[in-house]
């Protein structure tokens, strides 16, 4: 039987129908999942996100975006005009659309929203610009976040800055912080400090810029041994160096600590040149009351030598000829004159042992060893139950009178303590000589005592006078002090005198 083209043609065109439709019926199936699942994200977003037109009315917004606007649902919000009763200030709207036309997109724009009760709330705007056939922009739909704890964290933090940076600019110390090696920040006391015009000179420069050459191996030792950790925040003076090469003292406070999340150093500089004067002039002022002092022991010791002692001599020889022309007979009389020649040679050797201790001959003619030994012999004269080592170590020539004067009067003050107060039985003494410095140890087996933190007696102040007395006349001559004592461990006095 002959087919029917027609009827095969139409059949053919039903078929293909069929099987659009069936396509179209799946294409549907497909786009209503899809719309199922982006609403569901869309509905289940922990942001918010919405959609409006372009004049700014909400067409839709998700429940995160009704939570955070603070309303009951969704119909409360659809309808509503963005720039009337959403943003807090309506130029934010005019701002956000001029942008957003420009390219279609919008990132991160910081604005601020007003909610249903009244409050305002950062937010962060990403939007898009959705476009018509045509190409023209129809409306905008994007996510919005609440970032309100940020930009509250964010403002305290600014205006914590504010208040810590005024402290900063304020402050009559310099302050800084040195990281990598070089400044990273600089108050405008530091930099004026220094003779700067404004602490930008400063910033990226080198610590050691600023030190001065005779104080760098101090500031060198101390930086080490705060990078290793050996110490808590410490403070010490040195010479720094001006813009215009001149040099101030001043005092460094110093700790480690984290500056945007890298190990740095913060500190602080305070200037103490008027200070260091003050203490120069006192220095040299207590130099030359102790030189005074030598002076007046010097010349008592020749008015006594000149004056007594030669009466003494004379007396001895008058007595001496008075016995020698008395008659035999008078043994009674001659007696009496031997008895009156003891007492005068008891007398001239009290004396002597009196003018050595206000200033001994040895000391000036032989030197300060001598003058040791001579004194430590003496010592143990009257106290044979200390025993007394005594060392020299370097000695090659003598130092200056005025050092040597100074080391022999903190020797024997230090034994005259012991003998006063420390109880000991064995004492070492080691005098040593080791350019630049002479080092004078004497450590004893004694009570001890509680000390402050100068090493003077923590409660009885009249041992501390001695003590006292000793640094002064070590710091007269640049020197130093160290003294460490407990209670029945003895203690240990070590003095460093510059010989330069």
Not at 172 to 178: A, D, K, S
Not at 353 to 365: A, Q
Not at 444 to 459: A, F, I, Q, S, V
Request: charged residues 30%; glycine residues 6%; positive net charge.
């Amino acid at each position: 039987m002959k087919k029917n083209p027609s009827l095969e043609s139409l059949q053919k065109k039903i078929l293909k129908l069929e099987q659009e439709a069936a396509k179209n019926r799946e294409l549907e199936n497909q786009f209503k999942e899809s719309e199922k699942t982006y609403r569901h994200i869309f509905e289940h977003s922990p942001v918010m996100v919405y959609r409006s037109n372009y004049r700014g009315y909400i067409l839709d917004i998700n429940k995160a975006g009704v939570h955070i606007l603070g309303y009951k649902n969704r119909k409360e919000i659809i309808g509503m005009e963005a720039s009337r009763f959403l943003y807090a200030n309506p130029d934010d709207r005019r701002r956000f659309q001029k942008n957003i036309n420009k390219t279609g997109f919008l990132r991160d724009f910081e604005t601020r929203f007003r909610r249903k009760d009244g409050k305002i709330i950062d937010v962060q705007v990403t939007s898009t610009a959705r476009r018509g056939k045509k190409g023209k922009i129809e409306g905008y739909e994007g996510f919005i976040l609440d970032i309100t704890r940020r930009k509250q964290a964010e403002r305290a933090l600014l205006e914590s800055e504010k208040k810590y940076r005024t402290v900063a600019e304020s402050s009559l110390t310099g302050i800084f912080i040195h990281q990598k090696k070089r400044y990273c920040y600089v108050n405008r006391r530091l930099a004026e400090m220094l003779g700067y015009d404004s602490p930008e000179e400063i910033i990226g420069k080198s610590f050691w810029t600023i030190v001065h050459p005779d104080s760098r191996p101090l500031v060198k030792e101390r930086g080490l041994r705060r990078e290793n950790a050996d110490f808590l925040p410490d403070h010490y003076s040195f010479r720094a160096i001006k813009k215009d090469g001149s040099s101030l003292w001043c005092e460094l406070r110093a700790t480690r600590s984290t500056y945007l999340g890298e190990p740095a150093v913060i500190g602080n500089f305070i200037d103490i040149t008027q200070s260091k004067i003050a203490e120069e002039e006192i220095r040299q002022l207590s130099r030359r009351i102790i030189q005074a002092g030598e002076k007046e022991r010097k010349r008592i010791a020749a008015d006594l030598h000149d004056e007594f002692g030669q009466t003494l001599t004379s007396l001895h020889f008058d007595l001496e000829a008075m016995q020698k022309s008395l008659p035999a007979a008078f043994i009674k009389e001659k007696g009496k004159c031997a008895g009156l020649i003891s007492k005068v040679e008891n007398l001239a050797d009290v004396l002597r042992k009196t003018i050595s201790h206000l200033r001994p001959d040895l000391l000036d003619h032989i030197g300060l060893i001598s003058a040791l030994e001579w004194y430590i012999k003496e010592f143990n004269q009257q106290r044979p139950e200390i025993k007394i080592n005594f060392q020299t170590v370097g000695f090659k020539k003598r130092l200056s009178q005025e050092i040597e004067t100074a080391l022999y009067r903190i020797g024997t003050e230090c034994l005259a303590n012991i003998k006063k107060h420390a109880n000991a039985t064995a004492v070492d003494i080691i005098l040593t000589y080791s350019y630049p410095w002479a080092i004078f140890v004497i450590r004893d087996n004694g009570r001890g005592y509680r000390t402050t933190t100068e090493g003077l007696p923590l409660r009885n102040t009249s041992r501390g006078i001695g003590l006292m007395s000793m640094m002064e006349r070590a710091a007269s001559l640049h020197g130093k002090i160290d003294i460490s004592s407990a209670p029945r461990r003895g203690t240990t006095i070590r003095v460093e005198i510059p010989l330069l």
